[in-house]
C-alpha cells in the first residue's frame, strides 16, 4: 500500500505521510492502517480499476495480510472498499 500513493485532493502527500506514521506509533494493525489510507486515496478502495473502467483489469495479489482479505492487501486498488467513515 506504501508503494502506491496517490492522495485524493485536497489531502496532501505530506499529510497522509503523517496520518499513516501517527497511526503506526498508535499500534494500528495493517487492517485499521490500510483502512485509513484507502479513504485518503484517489487510487486505492477500488478507484485504480475504476479509473481504468471500461477496461478489463486482472490484479495479480501477493499478500503478506493474515486471512489474505482484498480489500486489505495493499489497501485494495482493484477491489471495492468494504469499509466505512462512521
Do not use: E, K, Q
Given at each position: 500500500?506504501?508503494?502506491?500513493?496517490?492522495?485524493?485532493?485536497?489531502?496532501?502527500?505530506?499529510e497522509k505521510l503523517a496520518a499513516t506514521k501517527a497511526l503506526v506509533q498508535a499500534?494500528?494493525?495493517?487492517s485499521q492502517l490500510n483502512t485509513v489510507r484507502k479513504h485518503l486515496s484517489a487510487v486505492k478502495?477500488?478507484?485504480l480499476a475504476a479509473a481504468a473502467y471500461p477496461?478489463?483489469?486482472v490484479a495479480l495479489i501477493l499478500s503478506d495480510v493474515i486471512g489474505d482479505p482484498l480489500d486489505v492487501i495493499a489497501s485494495g486498488p482493484t477491489v471495492p472498499d468494504t469499509t466505512t467513515f462512521g
Open positions: 500500500s506504501a508503494l502506491l500513493p496517490l492522495p485524493a485532493p485536497p489531502v496532501t502527500l505530506l499500534g494500528a494493525s495493517i478502495g477500488g478507484r477496461a478489463r483489469v
